[in-house]
């Protein structure tokens, strides 16, 4: 693949499904039409919880990822062919060793408040999330940075610990949001943002209602002229109202009822594959997962094709306990694939000293689609591994700030980061505020450095194929599926080609999508 330095990269290997590109192909014509501006969409996610805030480094769902795309602007954007194109940051060049990268930044932009953008608010923004004392979730992904100047008025220089090939596609992250600088810090609290929406009304958990800003910088986004973004969790409620006509579109479409609703008339179901996967995730600190056969234990005792079966109804595929999808570059298609075997599962326990295991696994479908029902029939396929397994069903709402990373046991869903070096460093490295097996490995931290500033794609590809064993057969993470992308959109809603590194067009569908 060859790498641009300077203004973007080429695509990366986002791919359609069979299904999701049947789907896309067979769209009425008026998805493919030429946009058009005016209208009011309503959108309804089965994300968001009361406890949100508009706090970029502490965005941890789908509600705040599409809320804070909308009415921020970032230095870089991956586009929907999957390429890293410009946004904010207008151009970008690195050193020979990839460790200095210069930003020229945008000039003319300003924020809603009608401040001018400047190289001090890009600084702000970005130290944010830096320093020992930040709870930022973007805190390991910037951590390499040791120093951020500024030449002139319209260029930002950032100096790495090490090089890092990939360190444009890193600005992109969905916390690193450009905010006004404010003091020592930026303010976020007020939501004055650069993007291409006013946010008028955050009712966290609830609703969230947008403006079109007239003084964007760019004139091919932002058809509509308002959106109205809700958090609608119970599936049947998100379902019923895209039925009724309440809402445009929909995402997290119930999968064993995705046939019937796509039979209603002026519905259609729309299906991408990326990197999103679906997790049970085990705090290594405690007893029993501190203790590595365990956890191999409840990896073999997992029936993952049954998942993909009962739980995606097909519009997926199984994992292999790392986060690293068959579609990216440096996939390890040489590890081998774990498959549901209770009796290798009952000799790992042995290697523990056990005939049996006692484990409790929190779930509830704020954490995915399908989440409190995936858990039980691992439940039932652990039994005959002796893994006694008790599925402890959990509230929705205070699901994100109440039992993931509490709980020693609990359903997660990751939507996967577009280069390797960012899902590792945001949920696997030592420390990282994300980490939510908590596992250290002291070999893997080491490749995570190597990895990211060797310019190499052989050696690298190495490094990283040895980074998902350590993950996928010591770590504190069971990876039984990747699901695709599966979203449902009313006859008055369309859109050009769909982005797939998050669900819903990358969650850019408040500026992408068009009223019909």
Partial sequence: MTRILTGGMNRRGFMATTAGAALVASMPLSARAEPKRGGHLRVAKGHGQTTDTLDPGQWSNGYMLALGYGIHGFLTEVAADGSLVPQLAESWEASADASVWRFKIRQGVTFHSG???????VVASIN?????????AAGPIVAPITEIATEGSDTVVFTLEGGNADFPFTLSDYHLAICKAEGDSIDWRSGDGCGSYILKDFNPGVSSSFERNPNHWRDDVAWVDSCELLSIVDQNART???????VHAIDRVDLKSA??????????????SGTQHYTFAMDTRATPFSDNNVRQALKYGIDREELVEKILFGYGSVGNDHPIGRGQRFYNDEMEQKAYDPDKAKWYLKQSGLDSVDVSLSAADAAFSGAVDAAVLFQNSAKAAGINLKVDRVPNDGYWSDVWM????SAVYWGGRPVEDQMFSTAYQCGAAWNDSFWCNERFDELLVKARAELDDSKRREMYFEMQDLVGNQGGVCIPMFANYVHAIGDKVAHGEMGSNWEMDGERWMERWWMV
């Fill in 259 to 272: 046939g019937l609703l796509a039979r209603r008339p002026g519905v259609t179901i729309e299906t991408l």
């Fill in 115 to 121: 401040k001018p953008l400047t190289v001090e608010d």
């Fill in 406 to 409: 509490k709980k020693p046991f």
């Fill in 128 to 136: 944010h999330h830096r320093g020992e004392d930040s709870t930022s």
């Fill in 240 to 246: 019923t109202a895209l039925g009724s006509g309440d």
